[in-house]
């Protein structure tokens, strides 16, 4: 098992000596906030949130790179870097900025740059 696959493994069902502190840690800001919200959390969430003129930046690892860590038996979602801009511009976001680099981070990277312009309204 790779480094991504367990650590994913860990992030939604942790297991092991450290389980309960693990889960304690993940979880410990989620108490306070209502469950159905975190449940809904997502990209509109973000543009929600941000200031009339804010900028939200992304930095992650390419599908590409993600590809062989098989992540969606833990719940999660490798989009490819044109869906995420897709997603970006449904949620809201302008002047969406989306820029794939080759090589490093286990073989690549996408960076991702995306404005909520001042009275922009919700895609």
């Known amino acids: 098992m790779g480094l991504d696959s367990y650590v994913a493994r860990q992030v939604s069902n942790p297991s092991g000596r450290f389980a309960p502190l693990v889960a304690r840690l993940l979880n410990s800001g989620n108490r306070a906030l209502n469950r159905e919200a975190i449940a809904a959390l997502d990209l509109r969430e973000a543009w929600r ?31 490819g870097a044109a869906e995420l801009e897709r997603l970006l511009a449904t949620a809201g976001f302008s002047a969406v900025g989306v820029r794939e680099v080759a090589g490093g981070m286990g073989g690549g990277a996408v960076v991702v740059r995306a404005v909520k312009a001042q009275g922009q309204g919700q895609g």
Not at 61 to 71: K, N
Request: glycine share 6%; charged share 15%; hydrophobic share 60%.
């Open 49 to 79: 949130v941000l200031e009339a003129v804010g900028v939200l930046a992304v930095a992650m690892r390419s599908q590409q790179a993600l590809a062989h860590a098989h992540l969606e038996r833990f719940g999660f979602r490798n989009v």
